[in-house]
């Protein structure tokens, strides 16, 4: 027998279809693909896997693990683990991309680090509030690892101090400003200050609508001792080294908010700058004098900012100047059509990764997100849609690709054991609606507005 929270979902649901205008539920047009004239980058991309086949096949497709991880590399990955469930990237193709990396052929030797500011307070590994202490109830597949502090320990257990977990913390939550890898582990912030030089962006506004940002970055260490700088590199006895260090950019895809549309790996670099201040810039906002964090530069809270796009200029001139990621990955086994944590989610069981995060992002809305959501804040075609307009500002700073003629497309689908086709780039996964009242009402919402 029903609970009386499922008769009440079942009977808003069914209340929704019933009474909203029919051209609510009426099906957007099939995205269709462009055709590709002189790639300037090709995306990979399974299906229809587990977790763990379709991370290893996107790689092999790739070459292997070691066309991009060398022997004595340090390896940053950072995840998104401000939220659990669909919002953050599977556990399993986490960690199975990690072995790779560890069982690289020809041997590894340097060390891997899983790292990121979720932006959940001082000792973000025991808050609730993130992915790091609250339990998953989907999107784990590995037995007795529940959620992603688990996997850590499990990792740290397997590899020793070959690998890492650190949690980048916000100045105002407890962590420190820096201006060098001699001041030991923090933030570095580029205003012009202490040696740093000035890295900063505006949104061009006027008046009140005028803001500014600046880039920052963490220094941070090792379980192994070893420093590390992540716009200049590994740091030793007083000066870098020629070690190489690469970063991974692993991130899930999700819907967002009105005023951001969808989340995936353009806005993953949200968690590797300091947002001290808070999200509100009508209630501090800033770093440091003038200048905005990314979030309350971009957005008034939790509306649209005074200029539509900003995330992306912000988030590109931090690519251009500061480090831009040596692959993208994201982990698309299920993905949330109005909700981070809760249903209603599509379980469309793929893995993507591409060397251009813009490019990246656009198929992964396009082609899962949007025809499973049917929400136009989905769509990057959609102009008018704060998606669309972040991803273009952002390729525009350094030169990515947002016109998928730009772009090849590589696909293996588990299911029919080959290749796909242009034609069969479409994912349309199994929806599952959850228990939770709040995030299906906020669908049909969206549905209604468009």
């Not at 069914?14 to 300037?40: D, Q, S």
């Not at 804040?377 to 952002?394: E, F, S, T």
């Not at 390729?395 to 029919?416: C, I, L, N, P, Q």
Request: net charge positive.
């Amino acid at each position: 027998m029903d609970s009386r929270r499922e008769f009440l979902k079942k009977f808003l649901i069914v209340g929704g279809m019933l009474n909203f205008k029919t051209e609510v539920f009426a099906l957007p047009p099939k995205p269709e693909r462009k055709v590709t004239k002189e790639p300037l980058c090709t995306l990979y991309r399974s299906v229809n896997g587990t977790p763990a086949d379709n991370i290893t096949k996107v790689i092999e497709q790739m070459g292997g693990i070691q066309k991009f991880i060398g022997t004595y590399d340090v390896v940053v990955i950072k995840p998104n683990v401000q939220w659990w469930n669909q919002g953050s990237p599977n556990l399993l193709s986490l960690k199975t991309f990690i072995d790779m990396i560890m069982e690289r052929p020809g041997g590894f030797k340097g060390e891997v680090v899983m790292a990121e500011n979720c932006h959940r307070g001082p000792s973000p590994q025991t808050s609730k509030s993130s992915g790091w202490a609250q339990n998953y109830e989907w999107n784990s597949d590995i037995a007795g690892v529940h959620n992603m502090m688990d996997l850590s320990l499990l990792l740290k257990k397997k590899y020793g101090k070959r690998y890492s977990t650190v949690h980048w913390i916000d100045v105002d939550s407890g962590g420190k400003r820096v201006f060098s890898p001699s001041n030991g582990s923090g933030y570095v912030y580029c205003d012009g200050t202490g040696k740093v030089p000035l890295i900063a962006c505006d949104n061009g506004g006027k008046g009140d609508n005028y803001r500014a940002t600046i880039m920052t970055y963490p220094v941070f260490s090792t379980d192994a001792g070893t420093i590390i700088d992540f716009k200049n590199g590994v740091w030793d006895k007083g000066a870098y080294t020629e070690r190489p260090l690469r970063f991974i950019n692993f991130a899930a895809l999700n819907y967002h908010s009105i005023f951001c549309g969808a989340t995936s790996a353009v806005k993953n670099y949200m968690g590797v700058t300091d947002i001290s201040g808070g999200s509100d810039p009508f209630n501090n906002g800033r770093l440091v004098g003038n200048y905005y964090n990314f979030h309350s530069c971009s957005f008034n809270k939790s509306a649209p900012g005074p200029v539509p796009g900003m995330l992306g200029i912000e988030i590109g001139v931090f690519l251009r100047t500061t480090r831009k990621e040596d692959l993208n990955i994201t982990s698309a086994e299920w993905v949330g059509l109005s909700s981070r944590i809760d249903g209603p989610l599509s379980h469309t069981r793929a893995v993507l990764a591409c060397t251009d995060p813009v490019a990246l992002d656009y198929h992964a809305t396009k082609y899962l997100l949007y025809p499973n959501s049917m929400l136009y804040i989905h769509n990057p075609d959609n102009a008018k849609g704060p998606l669309h307009q972040y991803l273009v500002r952002c390729s525009e700073e350094y030169e990515g690709f947002f016109d998928e003629g730009r772009v090849a497309v590589k696909s293996y689908d588990f299911r029919t054991r080959s290749f796909q086709r242009d034609s069969e780039l479409v994912i349309s996964g199994d929806t599952v609606w959850g228990n939770s009242i709040k995030p299906i009402m906020k669908y049909f919402y969206l549905r209604y507005v468009g």
